[in-house]
């Protein structure tokens, strides 16, 4: 018997107490089917549950580890999918009335590489439209709340991912990040987000939004089960270990603006403070001014965004929800030599922070620059803007994990830690032992 619902156990306790009698996966997979069903009545993270075939999976995946066959540590253990990647007869509808009636015809790779690594699909978890701006009353189904505070927004796109795994609902979660999707939700929910370096894992069979920018990564309860997610992705074994004697760089300049809360510099400061207590040694470094920088990622995403997508608003607009449909026609707005002088940008970017790793290991930045706003401020049903700090690694194609970092008016704030390109292992072995060191990611929201 354990003392908590297995839900709550993180992956490397629940494969140890499936490896060892204590729990089979049939148990550990129904135990959080019965938690969807009690709690995401209020979240509404998920849009199609696969009930049936997550028990046989999981049936199956007992039968194994009872004849000596073990794929891995994620073998038994559930897991759930953004409503735009591709599971094989599921229904991934890309959050549009447009898609409704699609069914997959085959799985992404990304899924087939869970699923071969013993894993429990539980089923599809909500994006906002075609992973582009939300939350949005006028598109396919509800947006899912904030276990913080329902009545604040998720973040997005991978918002239906972010809630489900903050609220208890599955310890991993696939999303997809083109511009922080990944990590705005994560920083906003209160939980663990990884963009991978670009093309680390497969984006075959995942809706392309801006494929420059697209990357596939999991969000996580913790950064542990983040780092098992990724390595079966990869098939890059989690080496864990600790901090002390590295060089970590310090970009506090970029949370020094008017958006930020008045609350986010001290926490940062603190959140450096933590890891120096690790044995880090921490360097403040001047970084290029960020605007001009996200403006240009923001024509890169637009301009792709009208490319991959154009075709399928413009086919049926009335089918497509008021703001995913404004913020993909703007990117015919983006012309071609915008679009030149934007990816121009991009080399001399990637070449300083190549510079700078070669120097650090990391680099220290805020995932956004205030906690998650209210629904309210989208009633008008136009897109407000979010300070973050994220596209652009989605740029240079660096690897960064946001981790919980604390609360602001009981709503979390992220640390974004980004490394060299393939460092995933050494971003994660920081985030580690700043997780290690505070209890921001041991705590539950008040929806759980």
Same mark, same amino acid.
């Given at each position: 018997?354990?003392?908590?619902?297995?839900?709550?156990?993180?992956?490397?306790?629940?494969?140890?107490?499936?490896?060892?009698?204590?729990?089979?996966?049939?148990?550990?997979?129904?135990?959080?089917?019965?938690?969807?069903?009690?709690?995401?009545?209020?979240?509404?993270?998920?849009?199609?549950?696969?009930?049936?075939?997550?028990?046989?999976?999981?049936?199956?995946?007992?039968?194994?580890?009872a004849e000596g066959r073990d794929r891995g540590p994620l073998h038994g253990i559930p897991f759930a999918v953004k409503d735009i990647i591709d599971v094989a007869g599921w229904p991934i509808r890309w959050g549009s009335r447009a898609q409704a009636g699609r069914i997959a015809p085959a799985s992404a790779p990304a899924v087939t590489v869970l699923l071969n690594a013993g894993a429990v699909p539980l089923g599809v978890v909500a994006t906002y439209e075609m992973a582009t701006v939300g939350p949005d009353g006028t598109a396919l189904g509800r947006a899912p709340v904030n276990p913080w505070n329902a009545a604040h927004i998720t973040g997005g796109s991978s918002s239906g991912s972010a809630a489900a795994v903050a609220v208890g609902l599955v310890r991993i979660a696939l999303g997809t990040d083109?511009?922080?999707?990944?990590?705005?939700?994560?920083?906003?929910?209160?939980?663990?987000g990884l963009k991978s370096t670009y093309d680390a894992v497969s984006r075959e069979g995942v809706m392309p939004l801006s494929p420059s920018l697209d990357c596939v990564g999991p969000l996580a309860r913790s950064v542990g089960d983040a780092a098992l997610a990724f390595a079966a992705l990869t098939g890059e074994e989690w080496q864990g270990g600790g901090i002390d004697g590295m060089s970590l760089a310090y970009g506090r300049g970029w949370a020094e603006d008017a958006a930020a809360h008045p609350a986010l510099l001290p926490m940062l400061d603190e959140?450096?403070?933590?890891?120096?207590?690790?044995g880090a040694r921490i360097t403040p470094i001047d970084l290029p001014d960020y605007a001009p920088v996200e403006a240009a990622g923001s024509d890169i995403l637009l301009a792709e965004?009208?490319?991959?997508?154009?075709?399928?608003?413009?086919?049926?607009?009335?089918?497509?929800?008021?703001?995913?449909?404004?913020?993909?026609?703007?990117?015919?707005?983006?012309?071609?030599?915008?679009?030149?002088?934007?990816? /121009?940008?991009?080399? %001399?970017? @990637?070449? &300083?922070?190549?510079? $700078? =790793? #070669?120097?650090? +290991? /990391?680099?220290?930045? %805020?995932? @956004?620059? &205030?906690?998650?706003? $209210? =629904? #309210?401020?989208? +009633? /008008?049903?136009?897109?407000?803007? @979010?300070?973050?700090?994220?596209?652009? =690694?989605?740029?240079?194609?660096?690897?960064?994990?946001?981790?919980?970092?604390?609360?602001?008016?009981?709503?979390?704030?992220?640390?974004?830690?980004?490394?060299?390109?393939?460092?995933?292992?050494?971003?994660l072995r920081i985030g580690a032992a700043f997780e290690a060191a505070t209890d921001h990611s041991v705590l539950q929201p008040p929806l759980a």
């Open positions: 018997m354990f003392a908590t619902n297995p839900c709550d156990l993180s992956i490397a306790e629940a494969g140890a107490a499936l490896r060892d009698g204590g729990l089979t996966s049939v148990a550990l997979t129904r135990a959080h089917l019965d938690r969807i069903a009690s709690r995401d009545g209020v979240i509404g993270a998920f849009t199609h549950v696969a009930e049936a075939e997550a028990l046989a999976t999981a049936e199956a995946a007992d039968r194994e580890l083109t511009g922080g999707s990944v990590r705005s939700p994560s920083a906003y929910c209160g939980v663990v959140a450096a403070s933590a890891l120096s207590l690790c965004g009208w490319a991959a997508l154009g075709a399928t608003v413009e086919a049926d607009p009335a089918a497509i929800g008021d703001m995913a449909r404004a913020s993909l026609r703007s990117g015919k707005q983006v012309a071609a030599e915008r679009l030149a002088e934007a990816r /121009a940008c991009v080399k %001399p970017l @990637t070449e &300083a922070l190549d510079a $700078l =790793f #070669a120097q650090h +290991a /990391a680099l220290l930045l %805020p995932t @956004t620059l &205030a906690p998650a706003p $209210l =629904f #309210a401020a989208f +009633a /008008a049903g136009k897109p407000v803007w @979010t300070a973050m700090r994220t596209i652009p =690694f989605n740029m240079t194609g660096h690897p960064a994990l946001s981790v919980p970092m604390g609360f602001v008016d009981g709503l979390p704030l992220g640390l974004q830690i980004v490394g060299p390109k393939g460092g995933e292992n050494t971003i």
